[in-house]
C-alpha cells in the first residue's frame, strides 16, 4: 500500500473550471518524486488537497491507508503535522529569529518546552545554521533563508516533505546545495514531494517524475526528465 494514494480525484471550481479531472496515483514510503507541468496544470491544486487545504470534487485521497476527505478539525491539525511544506518565497517571519521561526513549529503543536531548544538546534545544525540561530531573515543569505524554511519543515519530524518550488528564487550553485539538502531528507526516510519548473535540476537527477498538463496526468515516469520547453 502506498503512503499517498489518490483515486480518480477530480477538482472543479465554480463556475466551470477544472482543475484536476480523474488523477489516480500512489507515492510509497520513501520517495523522492517531482511534480511537474506548465502554469497552471494543476500542481498547486495537488498539493492544497493533499495538506487537506482544498476537498476534492469527485475521488478520494489516502494518506497512510487513510482517507483524509472525511477528517474533521483535529484531525485535520494532526494529518499536517505528518507534512512538512516548504515555499518559494520562504514564509518566514521578519522579527523573529532562526531559532525563534523554527522553534515556533514545535510550539503550535504543543511540544514541551524542555524538548524544544535540543530539537530545534539538531535541525539547525543538520540544514547547517546553527551559528546563525540567533540572526534575524533579513541578515541571511536567500539560500540560508530557504535552509530555514526546510528546518522548520522538517523539525517535526513529517513522513512527508512537500516542497512548491523551493529553488524558484535563487542562483544555481544555492539551488544544487538545497538540492543535496533535500536529497539527504529523503535518504533518511522522508518522502518528498517538489513541485517545480527547474528543468535542469530534474533531468540531472532521474527521480520520479509525475507531469500534469491542463488538469490531467500526461506522464508518470520512474527516472524521468522535465519534458517541456524550457
Request: proline share 5%.
Amino acid at each position: 500500500m502506498g503512503l499517498i494514494q489518490f483515486y480518480n480525484v477530480t477538482k472543479l471550481y465554480p463556475p466551470d473550471v477544472v482543475a484536476l479531472e480523474n488523477i489516480t496515483l500512489k507515492i510509497d514510503k520513501g520517495e523522492f518524486v517531482f511534480l511537474v507541468g506548465p502554469s497552471g496544470a494543476g500542481k498547486t491544486t495537488l498539493v492544497r488537497l493533499l495538506f487537506r487545504e482544498e476537498l476534492p470534487t469527485k475521488g478520494q485521497i489516502l494518506v497512510g491507508g487513510r482517507s483524509i476527505t472525511r477528517l474533521k478539525g483535529r484531525e485535520i491539525a494532526l494529518l499536517r503535522r505528518t507534512i512538512g511544506m516548504v515555499f518559494q518565497d520562504f514564509k518566514l517571519i521578519p522579527d523573529w529569529t532562526v531559532f525563534e521561526n523554527v522553534a515556533f513549529a514545535l510550539r503550535v503543536i504543543e511540544v514541551p518546552p524542555r524538548e524544544i531548544k535540543p530539537r530545534v538546534e539538531r535541525v539547525l545544525d543538520q540544514v547547517g545554521l546553527l551559528s546563525r540561530a540567533h540572526l534575524f531573515p533579513h541578515q541571511l543569505s536567500g539560500g540560508e533563508q530557504q535552509r530555514v524554511a526546510i528546518a522548520r519543515a522538517i523539525v517535526n519530524r513529517p513522513r512527508i516533505l512537500v516542497a512548491d518550488e523551493p529553488t524558484g528564487n535563487l542562483d544555481p550553485d544555492t539551488s544544487r546545495k538545497i538540492m543535496a539538502l533535500l536529497q539527504e531528507i529523503n535518504a533518511m526516510g522522508t518522502t518528498v514531494i517538489m513541485a517545480t519548473h527547474a528543468w535542469d535540476i530534474v533531468n540531472s537527477m532521474k527521480k520520479r517524475v509525475i507531469a500534469l498538463r491542463a488538469g490531467r496526468l500526461v506522464r508518470d515516469d520512474r527516472e524521468g526528465v522535465y519534458g517541456y520547453e524550457a
